[in-house]
């Protein structure tokens, strides 16, 4: 089975704080998601990368920068963060071939105080 | 405006009935997939079905079936026999075009399934 996993289920930070929150998959996708989830707005895509080192904007990208060394791996970089960012992060893998299907890692739930 | 467009924030049904979930979808590209999630309160999304913009039948898996209606830009989640175990939120999602930097999907804002006893 696919597994995506996430670093931290829980955090609590301050506000202006830099945050790191970490995504790791091991089944070679070439595909990697950061979305995150608020109550009534669904899953809004921040960044996606399709290879390594490549990065692309998603629908709210602000406030928030990537990073992908290695296939495995990609990181959501919150530089400073502010209380508006205090959400529940999703980071999902995929192939390239159809369906295109998303596999979800559990979560990480962020509170910036 | 929004691509994926889920209208019932709440839904109730009783245990062993069917329950329909909506689902429309806007999109100018030919080639487009969509697929139905399922969150439980855990918070982990599980895949549950995929209807291709091509595909000819409404696909189905288990209890789970996609009420695929291209012309209404409709892709319905019918779950039937509903369990405890459907307690969940149910989220939409759409892939427009096929590969090569498509892969990206949009999702609904999600409809909260309460099944009760």
């Known amino acids: 089975d696919v597994k995506v996993t996430q670093s931290s289920r829980y955090l609590v930070k301050r506000t202006g704080e830099k945050v790191f929150l970490e995504c790791v998959q091991d089944?070679?996708?070439?595909?990697m998601f950061w979305y995150r989830q608020d109550p009534g707005l669904g899953l809004r895509l921040i960044y996606f990368?399709?290879?390594?080192?490549?990065?692309e904007k998603g629908d709210i990208p602000e406030g928030y920068s990537v990073s992908r060394e290695k296939k495995e791996r990609f990181s959501l970089i919150l530089e400073s963060a502010s209380t508006n960012q205090t959400s529940m992060y999703l980071c999902?893998?995929?192939?390239?071939?159809?369906?295109?299907?998303?596999?979800f890692g559990e979560g990480s739930r962020l509170t910036v105080l | 405006a929004q691509k994926i467009t889920q209208t019932q924030p709440g839904m109730f049904v009783q245990e062993k009935e069917a329950v329909t979930l909506d689902c429309t979808y806007d999109?100018?590209?030919?080639?487009?997939?969509l697929f139905w999630y399922k969150q439980p309160s855990s918070g982990e999304m599980i895949f549950l079905i995929y209807?291709?913009?091509?595909?000819?039948q409404n696909a189905t898996e288990g209890r789970y079936s996609l009420n695929f209606q291209k012309a209404r830009k409709s892709a319905n989640l019918v779950i039937s026999a509903s369990q405890l175990g459907d307690s969940a939120m149910y989220f939409c999602?759409?892939?427009?075009?096929?590969?090569?930097?498509?892969?990206?999907?949009?999702f609904g804002k999600g409809t909260k399934l309460t099944v009760n006893p």
């Open positions: 999902a893998s995929s192939e390239t071939t159809l369906p295109v299907e998303l596999f």
């Open positions: 089944m070679d996708h070439e595909n």
């Open positions: 990368s399709y290879d390594v080192k490549m990065k």
């Open positions: 999109t100018s590209d030919p080639s487009y997939g």
């Open positions: 209807q291709g913009s091509y595909d000819q």
């Open positions: 999602a759409m892939r427009e075009g096929l590969q090569g930097g498509s892969e990206k999907l949009v």
